[in-house]
């Protein structure tokens, strides 16, 4: 079982940036694509990013693109979210999620139902 923990949400003004990080709560030698998911109040939880094992391949939501960039440091076992020039609509609590990696490590996955592991969330709200 892994667990995930995310930091970094908080109130940021429209057009401020904010970083969210994950990590697991221990360290693990396991091989994980990692994604992004947000979830606003009264909606589905939507994918936001995702980003292979490798780090090589990443993928954005249309409507986060070229805003949002997702990293990862996989000697410290953490993955970012760079959240650039934020909008009230990005208001939502932010999901890590992990799944376990395919043999390449190349390869990322965007469905809900791919990812094996969940972090709690953090709030993240923009204000006008």
């Known amino acids: 079982q892994v667990q995930l923990i995310e930091s970094g949400g908080g109130l940021v003004q429209a057009g401020g940036s904010l970083r969210l990080s994950c990590a697991p709560s221990?360290?693990?030698?396991?091989?994980?694509?990692m994604g992004w998911f947000r979830q606003a109040p009264g909606k589905e939880r939507e994918f936001v990013a995702t980003i292979s094992w490798s780090g090589d391949n990443t993928y954005y939501a249309d409507s986060v693109k070229g805003r949002f960039t997702i990293s990862r440091d996989n000697a410290k076992n953490t993955v970012y979210l760079q959240m650039n020039s934020v909008k009230p609509e990005d208001t939502a609590v932010y999901y890590c999620?992990?799944?376990?990696?395919?043999?390449?490590?190349?390869?990322?996955?965007?469905?809900?139902?791919?990812?094996?592991?969940w972090g709690q969330g953090t709030q993240v709200t923009v204000s006008s």
């Open positions: 999620a992990a799944a376990v990696a395919d043999y390449s490590g190349n390869y990322y996955y965007t469905k809900r139902h791919e990812y094996d592991y």
């Open positions: 221990r360290r693990t030698f396991s091989r994980y694509c």
